[in-house]
């Protein structure tokens, strides 16, 4: 089993998301950290509960980049996602509603994303409509 299959299953598979615990945004983060070491998503984690308070702890709604770029500082830039690197993305994924969102490319074109906590999903399969950004995480 590969490691990032392995990762999706016993981290993801095994509770649903949470927002400020297991969110898209901070799953993502705790994949990085799961690969590079450290904590990326400390500053984040239990600072908000809900949609509104997301977008109030980091704008991340409004200016997804902006945000991805504070969080994901220290990782290089890519202009294609490889399998395990992570990604901001527009996604027509709640409710047909394009917002941004963040995955982990577990193929070309294709991101895992954590759903968001109000549906109960644990793991959902997105196909961005944009991409907004996406970075290495293998040293």
Known sequence: MDVLFAYLNREW???PAVWGVSDCCI????WVSFRRGGDWAAELRYSYDD???AQR???????PRAACDRFLAGL???????RGDVACFK????????????????APGVFACRGA???HD???EARPAQLVGAWAVEV
């Open 57 to 63: 702890a980091w704008g991340f709604f409004t200016q």
């Open 76 to 82: 290089n830039e890519v202009p294609s996602p490889a």
């Open 91 to 106: 996604w027509a994924g709640h409710q047909g509603r394009i917002l941004p969102t963040m995955g982990i490319c577990v």
């Open 122 to 124: 644990l793991i959902i």
């Open 51 to 53: 949609f509104g308070s």
């Open 117 to 119: 906590p109000e549906h």
């Open 13 to 15: 598979m095994t509770s």
């Open 27 to 30: 799953s993502v983060l705790d």
